[in-house]
């Protein structure tokens, strides 16, 4: 596959890492987690602000992970200090939090937050999160549903997708959609008719991908594990955002689209649709 982008978030065999969380517990579950995907890392446990501000004082770090809340301030406070400490470099910075997910429906994190997790999925999806952040794996074959009114849009993020194994079935609209998955109503295999569904929000046709993602979730009645439906929007209100993940959006991507940020994620939908 020529062309095919390097999604490791984390390039180095040997990198630093971070984890900032007040409970001792959780700092060793989560560094046991990432020791088993990256046995080569050092791990470097923070209880608080001030114990990783004086860490990235002794040397850079290559992945932070950190609580939303922390014994003296929060982890938006925390990655702005790592935003700062790292100049110009790239270091992904990730909340690992049970309020993940309340506090992405509200817009609380800011561009210095470069993904969540939600703890309440689990140890099997953190390991499938970490896994997805530092050896990214193509799961070939799996089928995207695609809804993209605009075909220079569609020709570019279709190809991204492709690049890593994927088909994509592309639908300029929300009608075009829901025709698809109307034939499969009722299969004795379980079988929706995608693995994953990737809208934008605004289209061009009657109904809109907020409106396909009201039918999928409350006529089709399908949750976010039977069909995971990640919108594309370049809104950046962060009611109208809030509002997505409130009506059963599993997760948002941002316009312009960068394709790391937009395949990690589908990915991760799509592996966590299979832990059942």
């Known amino acids: 596959m020529a062309g095919k982008q390097d999604l490791r978030h984390v390039v180095s065999d040997a990198p630093r890492v971070m984890v900032v969380d007040g409970s001792k517990l959780v700092r060793k579950l989560v560094g046991d987690t990432l020791l088993k995907e990256l046995p080569g890392a050092q791990v470097i446990g923070c209880s608080s602000i001030a114990e990783a501000r004086k860490a990235l004082e002794d040397g ?3 992945l932070v992970t950190t609580a939303l809340v922390l014994p003296d301030g929060d982890g938006l406070a925390l990655a702005r200090s ?4 790292s100049g110009q470099a790239y270091v992904p910075v990730i909340v690992i939090s049970s309020n993940a997910q309340e506090a992405l429906e509200t817009r609380a994190f800011t561009e210095d937050i470069t993904d969540y997790f939600d703890k309440s ?5 953190l ?3 970490i896994r997805g952040y530092v ?3 193509p799961i070939e074959g799996a089928r995207v549903l695609y809804v993209e009114d605009s075909r220079v849009v569609a020709v570019a993020t279709k190809r991204m997708l492709e690049r890593h194994g994927m088909q994509v079935l592309h639908m300029i609209s929300a009608e075009d959609a829901l025709d698809h998955l109307h034939k499969f109503i009722g299969r004795k295999d379980g079988d929706v008719g995608a693995d994953l569904l990737l809208s934008d929000v605004y289209l061009k046709g009657a109904l809109s991908g907020r409106e396909l993602l009201n039918q999928i979730r409350g006529v089709f009645r399908y949750g976010k594990r039977r069909l995971p439906m990640v919108m594309m929007t370049g ?5 109208n955002q809030a509002a997505l993940l409130r009506e059963g959006a599993n997760d948002l991507v941002l316009k312009p689209i960068e394709e790391r940020l937009l395949v990690t994620k589908v990915l991760f939908q799509l592996r966590l649709a299979t832990l059942g």
Do not use: C, S, Y
């Open 60 to 62: 850079a770090v290559d």
């Open 135 to 137: 050896h990214p794996a």
């Open 235 to 239: 809104d950046d209100n962060r009611d």
């Open 121 to 125: 999925l689990g140890q099997g999806a």
């Open 127 to 129: 390991a499938a999160f």
């Open 82 to 85: 790592v935003r700062e400490a």
